[in-house]
């Protein structure tokens, strides 16, 4: 479903992923992680054109995701993301934000599109605060609204760049829920978090993350049975201690 080939990104003379290759099947969850400043946000940033790279492919679906086109717009709009600090409109209403992409880039009617975002405010367990403003709203709350908003766009691949990591301590297992009833669906994700213990629940398979290079690619198991590498050895030594 997705493919990465020897990825390698600068910015400026400072090169933060190096040679990066891995996959994503249909229906697989992969777990990013490692210390602070590897490259996980910005690999998965890669995958719908967030970020520009500089070398290697990245194909979805089977189609280069830097040979552009005309229907690249929908493409990218078929993959879901959910930020750190949730990237809502501040000056639209939750049921706004969950409306205005689905008019805008898949071309939908207003009934269609309020019919939709009432079904995935209802399915976060947000829908008595649809006329609410996102600054009326706690950050798990306003999380939740940012996966309904994703979900709004029948993505095929929902991306999660460390999404409890700006919510207070007992904001996160209600963040955490929602993903993990997505996973029982079926739903193709890439997560990057810290959240170990989740990552052990739900990741089918983990990738590791030191100095921009993916330094360990394996199944979730083996994983926290042994980490291949000393250096996800000792990571997961610290993370899992707290």
């Known amino acids: 479903m997705v493919e990465l080939q020897a990825i390698g990104k600068w ?6 992923l190096k040679n990066c290759s891995c996959q994503v099947r249909e229906g697989e969850i992969v777990v990013v992680c490692g210390p602070s400043g590897s490259g996980k946000s910005t690999l998965i940033k890669t995958i719908n054109g967030l970020e520009p790279v500089q070398e290697g492919v990245i194909r979805i679906k089977g189609r280069s995701i830097q ?7 929908k493409l ?12 809502l409109f501040p000056h639209l209403t939750v049921l706004q934000n969950l409306t205005i992409a689905q008019k805008v880039v898949l071309g939908r009617d207003e009934k ?3 019919e939709k975002a009432l079904l995935l405010l209802e399915k976060v367990g947000m829908a008595g605060h649809r006329q609410k403003y996102p600054s009326q709203l706690s950050g798990g709350q306003q999380q939740r609204i940012a996966i309904a908003r994703s979900l709004c766009m029948d993505p095929f691949l929902m991306l999660f760049d460390e999404p409890t990591s700006a919510l207070d301590p007992e ?5 955490l829920e929602v993903m993990r009833d997505l996973a029982q669906e079926g739903m193709t994700m890439m997560v990057v978090t810290h959240e170990m213990g989740f990552a052990r629940n739900i990741a089918d398979r983990i990738l590791f993350m030191e100095d921009g290079a993916i330094v360990d690619n394996t199944d ?3 994983f926290f049975a042994g980490a291949p590498s000393e250096r ?11």
């Open 112 to 114: 269609a599109a309020v």
């Open 11 to 16: 910015y400026g003379h400072h090169q933060v």
């Open 67 to 73: 040979d552009g086109g005309p229907d690249f717009a």
């Open 76 to 87: 990218r709009a078929s993959v879901g993301m959910v930020f750190q600090h949730f990237e």
């Open 232 to 242: 996800a050895q000792l990571f997961l030594s610290r993370i899992l201690q707290h």
């Open 171 to 175: 904001m996160v297992s209600e963040v």
């Open 220 to 222: 979730a198991h083996s």
